[in-house]
């Protein structure tokens, strides 16, 4: 009852901004969600309401439109306790009864329109502007896709690279059309490497990058199940990302062959690149410091011999590092350019990266969104000394129809790993989870949380000195 009359509160309004702001303005993921969501009171909770233009033009848009509708309805029942017209009761009570739903779904009307008319037209122009300019631009330009890892070997190539060239990248994780086309307009001239990041999420994106980026190398980090509500099917996911060699050369075609399903669609031709080595050099003697500090390794080709440490941590960061390094080579820096440039990288935010808390050691790794990061995280986990270990997650999203499949995957991986504790939370994958750490025989405890929130700021509470903590993964609001 609560949950219901909520929709009844002036409050209302600024849930349903909220709503609209954090799916981007989309109507239909917007609608989706408002018809999965079972309690208004618990949406607004990971952030607040960001008072924009447009979120503030659109909750004053529909606040009007409810008090009209309001209105109205009381101006009926008036009507006909007064007057008694026929009729006017049923009308009146609909109008009141109806309009927290009426104006929640009218507010797409102008969302889909200004899309239309303004927005899309305006992008249009943003893009052509921008093919342009990377077209004429004499730099090398890198894309960089994959199911995973995409900000990693961004941020990787960036770092080592620029010891010796001058190097411009896409900033954070803004890797779609528009962004690429704002990110053109202040390229720098005299940059020598550009490394373009490409967010792809439904079929034919990898093409539309491509073709306003014009790509002269491309990286694929990997394949796994990711975007699946889009893509339907892992093959769909995987014939988008090779799309990318109608664009360029084979040879500049880089492929990490390190991962579970990637295997089926590694042609001879291509470049390929792992935590075994790549491009003629073979990596060895890998050590992962006890504390989560760092890593090292070797990398050798002939006589030539490399050795490398990095302050990132994890064995499924080998291989795109030591990539990192070999095509720094083969661009033409030094071996001491590569040497500094590689001791430069670090974790980066919410990416498998080692935080204190007390003595406890937390991998926060909640940008994480497939299962090859859980492969990884797990495989770490396993291998970490700790007192004692926990693994915190809310699963995986987007994972379309196999939604199930995926995350019985996902409690298996994190049985095999052996930790003292898994964390939950109580979604609507929580059930399929349970399952897969029941299969892989898991008996360590198992804690349902309610508020994650609550738990992530309550987590110094409950560690202590000489525990290790992964938490992978997050859920947005939009998702349940």
């Given at each position: ?7 009844y ?13 954090s799916?981007?303005?989309l109507?239909w ?7 999965r ?22 909750r004053?848009l ?19 306790l ?13 109008l ?6 009426v104006w929640?779904?009218?507010v ?24 342009k ?5 004499p ?24 010891e ?33 990041e ?11 990058f491509a073709?306003l ?12 199940p990711?975007h699946?509500?889009?893509?339907r099917?892992?093959d ?8 990318i ?12 062959r390190?991962?579970?399903?990637i295997?089926?669609?590694l ?10 080595g790549g ?18 390794f070797?990398?050798?080709k ?30 033409g ?31 926060d ?13 797990t495989a770490?986990?396993?291998?970490l ?12 999203v987007?994972?379309?129809?196999d939604?199930a499949?995926?995350?019985h995957?996902?409690?298996?991986l994190?049985?095999?790993?052996s930790?003292?504790?898994v ?6 994958v ?5 399952a ?22 309550d987590?110094?509470?409950?560690v202590?000195?000489?525990d290790?903590?992964l ?10």
């Amino acid at each position: 009852m609560m949950s219901l009359l909520e929709m009844y509160r002036p409050r209302f309004v600024t849930t349903l901004a909220y709503m609209l702001q954090s799916t981007e303005y989309l109507a239909w993921p917007y609608v989706r969600w408002f018809w999965r969501t079972q309690d208004f009171r618990s949406v607004i909770r990971r952030r607040g309401f960001v008072p924009t233009r447009p979120a503030r033009a659109l909750r004053a848009l529909m606040a009007a439109g409810m008090f009209v509708q309001f209105s109205l309805g009381v101006s009926l029942l008036v009507q006909w306790l007064w007057q008694g017209y026929d009729g006017s009761w049923q009308w009146g009570i609909a109008l009141l009864v109806s309009y927290p739903i009426v104006w929640s779904h009218l507010v797409t009307i102008p969302l889909m329109a200004g899309r239309w008319l303004i927005i899309e037209p305006r992008q249009r122009s943003m893009i052509r502007s921008a093919a342009k300019i990377f077209a004429a631009h004499p730099g090398i330009r890198l894309a960089v896709m994959g199911s995973y890892g995409k900000t990693s070997m961004k941020e990787l190539l960036r770092t080592v690279l620029s010891e010796g060239k001058r190097v411009v990248a896409t900033p954070a994780n803004r890797n779609v059309a528009v962004s690429h086309a704002r990110f053109a307009q202040s390229l720098d001239p005299e940059a020598e490497i550009i490394v373009l990041e490409y967010g792809e999420g439904r079929p034919g994106d990898i093409a539309r990058f491509a073709e306003l980026t014009a790509p002269t190398h491309a990286i694929v980090t990997g394949l796994a199940p990711a975007h699946l509500d889009r893509y339907r099917s892992l093959d769909r996911v995987a014939k988008d990302l090779f799309s990318i060699s109608r664009f360029v050369d084979v040879g500049r075609l880089y492929v990490n062959r390190d991962g579970k399903d990637i295997g089926p669609y590694l042609s001879k031709d291509l470049v390929k690149y792992g935590s075994s080595g790549g491009m003629g050099w073979k990596v060895t003697d890998v050590m992962i410091e006890p504390d989560a500090s760092g890593m090292s390794f070797t990398i050798s080709k002939g006589r030539r011999s490399i050795g490398l440490r990095t302050r990132l941590v994890g064995r499924h960061m080998v291989g795109p590092v030591a990539f990192a390094a070999t095509l720094a080579l083969s661009l033409g820096l030094s071996e001491e350019q590569v040497i500094a440039g590689v001791a430069k990288t670090e974790p980066f935010e919410h990416r498998m990266q080692p935080l204190r808390v007390g003595g406890a050691l937390i991998i926060d790794d909640t940008y994480n969104g497939n299962l090859e990061g859980v492969r990884a995280g797990t495989a770490l986990l396993a291998e970490l000394p700790a007192d004692r270990k926990w693994y915190v997650t809310p699963g995986l999203v987007e994972q379309g129809r196999d939604t199930a499949k995926i995350h019985h995957e996902l409690g298996k991986l994190v049985a095999a790993a052996s930790p003292d504790a898994v964390v939950l939370m109580d979604n609507s994958v929580r059930q399929y989870i349970e399952a897969g750490l029941t299969v892989g025989g898991f008996q360590g405890e198992v804690r349902i949380e309610s508020d994650p929130l609550q738990f992530y700021t309550d987590l110094p509470l409950f560690v202590a000195t000489g525990d290790v903590v992964l938490m992978q993964n997050d859920w947005t609001d939009n998702y349940q």
